[in-house]
Nanobody
Framework: QVQLVESGGGLVQAGGSLRLSCAAS????????MAWFRQAPGQEREFVAA????????SYADSVKGRSTISRDNAKTSVYLQMSSLKPEDTAVYYC???????????????????WGQGTQVTVSS
């Protein structure tokens, strides 16, 4: 069982930056592919970024590509999402998610992900 706890959300002005963190419990974190998803009010949850178990591969949604960087520190059992040039349309609850995989392949579908955090709110004001 893996528990995920997100932090780092908040209110930021358009054009600003935020770094989201996700702390994972359990000693098997290094065997998990991890991802960030987000859900805006009235919209479906959408994929943001993913990273393989060893950080060797990453994947980004077109909407954040070039503005965001996903990274992980297996020693600290944590995954991060650095976001810059934030836009009001980035406003959402951001969720950390993971599934057990040592494959370099990454998936954007939420059904692949076994474990989910409770989310952290990001609000970007115009």
């Amino acid at each position: 069982q893996v528990q995920l706890v997100e932090s780092g959300g908040g209110l930021v002005q358009a054009g600003g930056s935020l770094r989201l963190s996700c702390a994972a419990s359990g000693r098997t974190f290094s065997t998990y592919a991890m991802a960030w998803f987000r859900q805006a009010p009235g919209q479906e949850r959408e994929f943001v970024a993913a990273i393989s178990w060893n950080g060797g591969s990453t994947s980004y949604a077109d909407s954040v590509k070039g503005r965001s960087t996903i990274s992980r520190d297996n020693a600290k059992t944590s995954v991060y999402l650095q976001m810059s040039s934030l836009k009001p349309e980035d406003t959402a609850v951001y969720y950390c998610a993971g599934y057990r995989s040592r494959s370099p392949a990454l998936y954007s579908g939420s059904s692949y992900y076994t474990y989910w955090g409770q989310g952290t709110q990001v609000t970007v004001s115009s």
